[in-house]
């Protein structure tokens, strides 16, 4: 190859790269100038206000820029939070950040005297959160026969069958939001619910589903009353159901 060609050679390849790195510049710009956070948008949570999750989000000197908090949390594992199983962050556009929350479902606790710590558990009867807090619409049980309990595993019943049931009865009261303040077990296999000023006595695990719906309408007629609702007794041949009034 002559000179002459070599020197255009350079020359061209000169070009070519004042180019690449003028492309570069203009790209670093954009991403500086126009992928900034104004707005964040949550939702999904209800445990924690918006403002609380974005600032354990966006928690670091360069999470002002939208581009940067969306590749962040597209490989690193967001920070654990209690009470919240997942999150997934997207951009809705330049300026918007969007982060879905997917809280744990929680139907039940149990309080730990030696710890002063709730024991959270799920549908499938597994504690997923230890926590001194008290959430609200999270009934307490009490009266179970529970040894040592550890975080992610099962609640450590000896009778299976109590289990079941008390799964069973905790995800019905959540489906018809009947959330009690406590349910309480006794070793007889009868369960008591209390609410303000109202104490059901369910009796045994026994139509469960149909009694729930019963009190689902008859509990609002309860409100700022005082008493025992029996529904222990109910079948679907004996359909009385007595309110003994207390002052």
């Given amino acids: 190859m002559g000179r002459g060609k070599r020197r ?17 510049g203009a790209g670093a710009v954009i991403v500086l ?32 820029n939208s581009l940067y908090v969306y590749f962040k949390y597209k490989f690193v594992e967001p920070k654990e939070i209690p009470f919240v199983d997942s999150m997934e962050i997207s951009l809705k556009s330049p300026h918007v950040v969007e982060i879905k929350v997917y809280e744990k479902a929680l139907v039940g606790r149990v309080y730990i005297d030696t710890l002063g710590q709730n024991a959270y558990f799920d549908k499938d009867g597994f504690v997923v959160e230890m926590s001194s807090e008290v959430i609200e619409g999270v009934p307490k049980v009490g009266g179970l026969d529970v040894e040592q309990i550890v975080l992610y595993e099962k609640l450590p019943i000896k009778e299976e069958n109590v289990l079941k049931n008390l799964l069973s009865l905790t995800q019905m009261l959540k489906k018809y939001n009947l959330a009690p303040k406590n349910i309480k077990y006794s070793q007889e296999g009868t369960y008591t619910l209390k609410y303000d000023e109202v104490t059901v006595l369910l009796g045994q695990a026994q139509k469960l589903n149909e009694k729930l719906v019963r009190l689902s309408y008859i509990l609002p007629k309860l409100e700022g009353q005082k008493g025992i609702l029996h529904l222990e007794s109910w079948t679907e041949n004996t359909t009385n159901i007595a309110f003994e009034k207390k002052e």
């Fill in 8 to 24: 255009k050679s350079w020359k061209t390849a000169g070009y070519v790269l004042l180019i690449l790195l003028l492309l570069a």
């Fill in 33 to 64: 100038k126009v992928f900034t956070v104004e707005k964040v948008k949550v939702t999904g949570n209800k445990h924690y206000s918006d403002e609380t999750m974005e600032d354990w989000l966006l928690d670091d000197e360069y999470c002002w």
